[in-house]
T-cell receptor
Framework: GDSVTQMEGPVTLSEEAFLTINCTYT??????LFWYVQYPGEGLQLLLK?????DKGSNKGFEATYRKETTSFHLEKGSVQVSDSAVYFC????????????FGPGTRLSVLP | SQTIHQWPATLVQPVGSPLSLECTVE??????LYWYRQAAGRGLQLLFY??????ISSEVPQNLSASRPQDRQFILSSKKLLLSDSGFYLC??????????????FGPGTRLLVL
């Protein structure tokens, strides 16, 4: 079945470090791909998305490129801030009506000052 | 713009008591609606989804139920809560937006503690 795999956390970085959170997927078709962020005690917020191969989603300094050949959608940021501490979820959605969204298990990021 | 509301924000209930969590969406029509549960430090578990009024699909067997009495209202219920029902409940809606991409948006969540 369709699935999303993320690197296990927690990931702990110092402020201004470079961030990569790996995400790979398995899907029977050509999914749309998403990154969501969840700050403590809050719901999930859409961070960025991409709909087809080689698309790059970007928002708030984060970016991820849809790589069909490696079935990946890794999240990157050049310089993290303490305020980026949160749980990050990678997700996919197949382009079929009625199909559900599939979420990864989440990766907790802690940024230290 | 679209907004999604959930209430209450926090709830403490005794085992065996009933439950009703409400979710409403504004600024869109005929959305797909979803209920997820997130246990402490865990990922998301899809509980129910709905593609229209009165249409509910259940993803896991449990003592919870869902109803959609109006287009933009989604209710999660239980007749008798169990300890294992504790968790963070998230409502979400989705629609087909730009370039035919369906995107999901989440509410602020309800934290439920069953004692």
């Amino acid at each position: 079945g369709d699935s999303v795999t993320q690197m296990e956390g927690p990931v702990t970085l110092s402020e201004e470090a470079f961030l990569t959170i790996n995400c790979t997927y398995t899907a029977t078709g050509y999914p749309s791909l998403f990154w969501y962020v969840q700050y403590p005690g809050e719901g999930l917020q859409l961070l960025l998305k991409a709909t087809k191969a080689d698309d790059k989603g970007s928002n708030k300094g984060f970016e991820a490129t849809y790589r069909k050949e490696t079935t990946s959608f890794h999240l990157e940021k050049g310089s993290v801030q303490v305020s980026d501490s949160a749980v990050y979820f990678c997700a996919l959605k197949l382009d079929n009506y009625g199909q559900n969204f599939v979420f990864g298990p989440g990766t907790r990021l802690s940024v230290l000052p | 713009s679209q907004t999604i509301h959930q209430w209450p924000a926090t709830l403490v209930q005794p085992v065996g008591s009933p439950l009703s969590l409400e979710c409403t969406v504004e600024g869109t029509s005929n959305p797909n609606l979803y209920w997820y549960r997130q246990a402490a430090g865990r990922g998301l578990q899809l509980l129910f989804y709905s593609v229209g009024i009165g249409q509910i699909s259940s993803e896991v067997p449990q003592n919870l139920s869902a109803s959609r009495p109006q287009d933009r209202q989604f209710i999660l219920s239980s007749k008798k809560l169990l300890l294992s029902d504790s968790g963070f409940y998230l409502c979400a809606w989705s629609s087909w937006g730009d370039r035919g991409m369906e995107t999901q948006y989440f509410g602020p969540g309800t934290r439920l503690l069953v004692l």
